[in-house]
């Protein structure tokens, strides 16, 4: 069966928000082959929810959830239409504290899970140092972070890219 599309995060597979699996999902109480496997939040305690379920907003309706925070992409000035696409019918992903989606050209990003530890080493110039001064990493502690740098670790570094101009965005998140 074909997954779901998700115009945000078009490729969860390959981000890990979602793994095959023959679990069954608690809201469509079907196992479809594939489980969700990253952040929900809501009230219940939900152990798993299928694709299709988040697709089609069931999974966020019936557990008064979400499967990103909201905030950050209100105060990007997103539309609250767009922001309840990210939040409520797209896979969210795991980070150290609170997730913030990236927004870029009026839009939120496509999310690409974990940059690669190629991606961050070739950030330079203008690029990476507002990239240091939005995370507020000081400079001189760059060269230690790429070193030590592991995709899913911590520090850890995610991949957006805009759904516009296509520029690829990082942010970093750590404990
Ligand atoms: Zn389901
Ligand atoms: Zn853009």
């Not at 998700?6 to 928000?17: D, I, R, S, W």
């Not at 988040?54 to 105060?75: C, N, R, V």
């Not at 070193?147 to 942010?171: L, M």
Request: with cysteine; charged share 25%.
């Amino acid at each position: 069966m074909e997954l779901p599309k998700f115009k945000y995060h078009p490729n969860p597979l390959a981000t890990g928000a979602i793994s095959e699996s023959t679990e069954v999902c608690e809201c469509c109480e079907k196992a479809r082959g594939y489980i969700y496997t990253a952040s929900f939040y809501s009230a219940e305690e939900v152990e798993a929810i299928c694709p299709w379920c988040i697709a089609d907003g069931s999974a966020a309706e019936k557990y008064d959830g979400s499967f990103s925070d909201e905030y950050p992409l209100m105060e990007s000035g997103i539309s609250e239409e767009v922001t309840e696409e990210v939040c409520k019918r797209t896979p969210g992903f795991i980070s150290w504290q609170q997730e913030i989606w990236q927004c870029h050209c009026g839009a939120p990003c496509e999310f690409h899970g974990d940059a690669e530890k190629q991606d961050i080493e070739e950030l330079s110039g203008s690029t990476l140092e507002s990239f240091l001064s939005t995370n507020m990493v000081k400079p001189e502690y760059w060269v230690g972070i790429l070193q030590h740098y592991e995709k899913a670790g911590n520090p850890a570094v995610y991949k957006f890219k805009c759904i516009k101009c296509g520029e690829v965005i990082f942010s970093m998140d750590f404990t």
